[in-house]
């Protein structure tokens, strides 16, 4: 079956949205529906516009890798050039003018995402060709999109259980370097970029322990483990189109588990046995901080504040922080003059 990268791709972001949302459900408690229709459509409709866009920009290159043709249609000839051109501008346009009714920070945010992906794919910058500018791009627009589904529904950042968001945010990174680099030989590609592998799986999991004891979520936490066997599962795919997607289905399969795990945690039986197993790991996580030396405790504690420091506590800060309110009154004054 022929597939492209559009319908490839859209699962996982309706996935990543839906995390952003479960999250937000789990510290609210309840979400307007319509909105979450609108918040979500929109994600999809404009985040889609990237793949043709992408494509084009790529296309040279790719008409030479067997792997592109595989799940990229204007490579294959299936898709016509004027078509990814049309899709390329014209999904933003149906997608943004959805977002309008959601707020207006929302639509600042996807806006911004857009304008990430153009600085990693556009051949005027090419940031995806630098494997540090690559993953500093990265990072900013997958923290986008684990948090635009919570940013559907409020402004307020302090409230938004960050180390979550980090986790899942720099296990994707992780992931994203196995796929450039050699997905076919992980375990290769991980000796080789030690350097890039070590401080992001290390993250990863550091960012994963803290979610684990520092909020009351335990039951889908724990479910993340079997994570840790997507490499056996995948290692003996020889192929790199059947191993890419194998790993996608998995990964797809696992955030839709979390996804699941998250929602259920609002029906009160099971919000009882998460609440039972919360209670005694946060036994046990306090009997472990009193053993802890004060050195290590100091390191963990300057940690969080510097990192959570949050200069910005609310998107509506960003009129303020950034003059955004000043610069649209001088654009309005400008165009009554004209």
Request: hydrophobic share 50%.
């Amino acid at each position: 079956m022929k597939v492209d990268s559009i319908t490839v791709n859209t699962p996982k972001n309706a996935i990543q949205y839906l995390i952003g949302f479960s999250i937000y459900l789990l510290v609210y408690g309840s979400f307007e529906p319509f909105k979450f229709i609108l918040g979500l459509a929109s994600f999809l409709i404009t985040y889609a516009a990237i793949y043709p866009y992408n494509d084009l920009m790529d296309y040279e290159v790719d008409k030479k890798d067997k792997f592109k043709q595989d799940y990229k249609a204007l490579v294959r000839g299936d898709m016509s050039e004027k078509t990814a051109i049309t899709l390329a501008f014209g999904l933003p346009i149906i997608g943004l003018l959805l977002a309008s009714l959601v707020s207006f920070s929302y639509t600042l945010l996807l806006i911004l995402l857009l304008f990430l992906n153009f600085l990693y794919s556009s051949p005027y910058t090419r940031l995806k060709d630098r494997m540090g500018w690559a993953l500093v791009l990265m990072f900013f627009m997958q923290l986008i999109k684990y948090t635009i589904g919570w940013f559907t529904f409020t402004t307020e950042v302090v409230t938004l259980p960050s180390w979550i968001v980090l986790t899942f945010t720099f296990a994707y990174l992780t992931s994203y370097v196995l796929y450039k680099k050699n997905i076919i030989n992980m375990t290769k590609t991980f000796k080789e970029h030690k350097k890039l592998m070590i401080p992001l799986s290390g993250i990863t999991l550091f960012s994963f322990i803290i979610s684990f004891l520092v909020y009351p979520y335990k039951v889908p936490w724990l479910l993340l483990f079997p994570l840790t066997f997507f490499v056996l599962i995948t290692r003996k795919q020889k192929n790199q189109t059947t191993k890419t997607f194998k790993l996608m289905g998995i990964t797809t399969s696992l955030m839709t588990l979390i996804v699941i795990l998250f929602l259920l945690l609002n029906v009160p039986a099971i919000g009882m046995l998460n609440q039972n197993a919360s209670r005694a790991i946060d036994e046990l996580g306090e009997l472990t901080l009193q053993r802890m030396d004060n050195g290590t405790y100091e390191l963990i504690c300057t940690i969080n504040e510097t990192i959570f420091s949050y200069p910005i506590r609310d998107l509506k800060d960003l009129d303020n922080y950034f003059n955004i309110t000043d610069l649209t009154v001088v654009v309005s004054n400008k165009s009554n003059v004209e």
